[in-house]
C-alpha cells in the first residue's frame, strides 16, 4: 500500500497570508490527524476526522482549520499567518484510530 | 503540561550497545505507543501496548509498561548507527480524546 502522502512538502509564507496543506492517507484509513511539531512546543495535536467529521480538535487557535473529503483526503488551512506558526505539519491516518501512520510531513517558515 | 515526558532527553551510545529510554505519564491510559522520527520526517510507529500488558518485544525492541508508576520503558538492544532518531512515546488517556506525545529522547548511535 503506498503511504501517506503530503503536499507541498516545503512552503514558504509570509505573515498575513493564508495557507493550505493537503493529507493523502493510506488506502481504507478513515481516519486523519493533524500535528504541529515544533521545537519549543514538541508535538500538538491539532484536529482529527473521521469520515469527514471532526471528531476532536486541540487547544489551537481558529486561525487552524481542516476538513475532510469523500475519499478521506484532508486539508487543513491555517488563515492570517504568525511567525509562531512556522513548523512541521504531520498528518496521519489511521484504519482504527490506534496505530497511526504518519506522512513526511509539510515544512511551512513564515517569513 | 505534556502527558508524556520521555527520559533521557538525549542519549549518545556506541553500536552495539542497548539503549534504554523512558516515558513517564500523569493520567490512567487505555495504551502506550513508541514512535521513532529521523530527522525532521514523518513518525514511524514502533511499538504498541495496552493498559493490561506489562511486557511487549518485536524485533529487538522491548517494551515495558508498569501502571502503577505510570511509567514505561523501551529498550534497543544491539543498536545500530540506523537506530539514530528522536524517539516519542505517544499516551491514549481513559476518556481521552487523541494521543498525547511528550518531548521525545534523541538517541545517537556512534560507530
Known amino acids: 500500500k503506498a503511504g501517506v502522502t503530503q503536499t507541498p512538502r516545503y512552503l514558504i509564507k509570509t505573515r498575513g497570508q493564508q495557507v493550505t496543506l493537503s493529507c493523502s492517507p493510506i488506502?481504507?484509513?478513515?481516519?486523519v490527524s493533524w500535528y504541529q511539531q515544533t521545537p519549543g512546543q514538541g508535538l500538538q495535536f491539532l484536529f482529527e476526522y473521521f469520515s469527514e467529521t471532526q471528531r476532536n480538535k486541540g487547544n489551537f487557535p481558529g486561525r487552524f482549520s481542516g476538513r475532510q473529503f469523500s475519499n478521506s483526503r484532508s486539508e487543513m488551512n491555517v488563515s492570517t499567518l504568525e511567525l509562531g506558526d512556522s513548523a512541521l505539519y504531520l498528518c496521519?491516518?489511521?484504519?482504527?484510530?490506534?496505530?497511526?501512520?504518519f506522512g513526511p510531513g509539510t515544512r511551512l517558515t513564515v517569513t | 503540561s505534556q502527558q508524556g515526558e520521555e527520559d533521557p532527553q538525549a542519549l549518545s551510545i556506541q553500536e552495539g550497545e542497548n539503549a534504554t529510554m523512558n516515558c513517564s505519564y500523569k493520567?490512567?491510559?487505555?495504551?502506550l505507543q513508541w514512535y521513532r522520527q529521523n530527522s525532521g520526517r514523518g513518525l514511524v510507529h514502533l511499538i504498541l501496548?495496552?493498559?493490561?500488558?506489562r511486557e511487549k518485544h518485536s524485533g529487538r525492541l522491548r517494551v515495558t509498561l508498569d501502571t502503577s508508576k505510570k511509567s514505561s520503558s523501551l529498550l534497543i538492544t544491539a543498536s545500530r548507527a540506523a537506530d539514530t532518531a528522536s524517539y516519542f512515546c505517544a499516551t491514549e488517556e481513559v476518556g481521552g480524546q487523541n494521543f498525547v506525545f511528550g518531548p521525545g529522547t534523541r538517541l545517537s548511535v556512534l560507530p
Open positions: 493520567t490512567s491510559i487505555n495504551n
Open positions: 488506502s481504507g484509513h478513515r481516519s
Open positions: 496521519a491516518s489511521s484504519f482504527q484510530g490506534i496505530e497511526q501512520y
Open positions: 501496548i495496552r493498559s493490561n500488558e
